[in-house]
């Protein structure tokens, strides 16, 4: 590896740039779909949108699937920056090619700060967690942590207040019904949730939770999966739950959320609190305006429930040889 004079290095080699996207292969995508490929360049990433991946039903413009590009997107920016680099982003940098989601650079050497490093060792510790939360409140002073989180990525969150939050519930309660009923939705969940299988993507049954009898909580019902038994106290019946907004709703906005859906969740990890990202009621169009009203006039994006709980486990991710691209003309 070049090392320059003090002895410091001053480019990341094609191996250390490997292992920063296999961290950001850690971030979480709709139904662990993995949306993303990568391509190392030199001198940097270029982040793909892989649209064989999107969820037709539930997703048909690619929102969340940029979402989830994004949450990667985050994470590599995140893994050089743990390197000791800056990494630079140019997002949609070729006209012609509407699925290169980002051009990454490493920039110039850059001192590794403690909070830098907190955030880059939760990576690992990030999981979905749909289990029931304690009873105590997430301090103001945490929850502000959060939103600056969000702020930095460019993105706005709000936390509710006790009529926004029973109304995300009902909200995210119809949305499920109406999600039910769309064509194609279960052969859709069915496809991404098939346990056993041995497959490295998809929601796995060991990430599903205790079915939430008191419907308090608004956690997806996946179907298939078959839910863990009750646990004594059952779900907290006042979640905290907080709306990520970003001011437009195009392509750019969608990966903004995501980058900032991904710090915000590492911010929240770092806490120690339990996350739970919620998308159904941002999955109806009419009941996503009606969020949006709640969300500071932003356009709600993604909801995130939030508290401390037991730890959840952790979901498979395609090998890095699935995922990066080799050098060249595009195969695809
Ligand atoms: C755009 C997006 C939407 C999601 N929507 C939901 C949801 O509605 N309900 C849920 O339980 N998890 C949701 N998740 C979490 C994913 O299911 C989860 O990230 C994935 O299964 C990988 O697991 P992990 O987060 O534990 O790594 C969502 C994640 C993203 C990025």
């Known amino acids: 590896m070049p090392e320059s004079l003090t002895g410091a290095r001053d480019v990341l080699s094609p191996a250390v740039l490997s292992e920063c996207v296999r961290a950001a292969t850690a971030a979480p995508s709709l139904h662990n779909s993995q949306p993303w490929r990568f391509r190392l ?8 949108a892989d649209q064989r991946r999107r969820l037709d039903v539930l997703d048909p413009a690619g929102r969340e699937l940029l979402i989830s590009v994004g949450a ?3 994470t590599l920016r995140l893994a050089i920056r743990r390197e000791g680099f800056l990494p630079g982003v140019a997002l949609f940098p070729d006209a012609g090619d509407a699925d290169l989601v980002a051009r990454v650079t490493v920039g110039r050497p850059e001192p590794v700060t403690p909070a830098v490093e907190a955030l880059a060792a939760s990576i690992a510790h990030r999981h979905t967690n749909r289990r029931p939360f304690a009873r105590s409140m997430v301090p103001a002073d945490v929850l502000e942590h959060l939103r600056d989180a969000a702020r930095r990525e460019g993105a ?3 936390v509710a207040d006790a009529p926004a939050r029973d109304a995300i519930v009902r909200l995210s309660r119809a949305a499920d019904r109406r999600l039910r009923a769309r064509g194609g939705y279960r052969a859709e969940m069915s496809r991404w949730t098939a346990p056993g299988t041995g497959r490295r993507d998809g929601v796995p049954s060991s990430a599903v939770g ?3 009898a008191l419907e308090t909580v608004p956690i997806r019902d996946f179907g298939l999966l078959r839910p863990l038994p009750p646990e004594p106290g059952g779900f907290e019946p006042y979640p905290t739950i907080m709306v990520l907004g970003t001011e437009g709703d195009g392509r750019a906005e969608w990966v903004t959320a995501g980058q900032a ?3 915000v969740l590492l911010a929240a990890t770092w806490q120690n609190l339990a996350t739970t990202p919620i998308s159904q009621p941002v999955e109806i169009p009419a009941v996503r305006r009606l969020l949006t009203a709640t969300a500071g006039g932003t356009w709600a994006q993604m909801v995130i429930r939030v508290g401390y709980g037991r730890p959840a486990a952790a979901t498979p991710r395609r090998p890095l040889s699935q995922v990066l691209l080799l050098p060249g003309p595009d195969p695809r």
């Open 210 to 212: 205790p079915w939430d």
């Open 72 to 74: 990667a997107l985050f």
């Open 41 to 48: 360049r030199d001198g940097g990433v270029d982040v793909y």
């Open 156 to 158: 706005v969150l709000t």
């Open 261 to 263: 859906l991904q710090r």
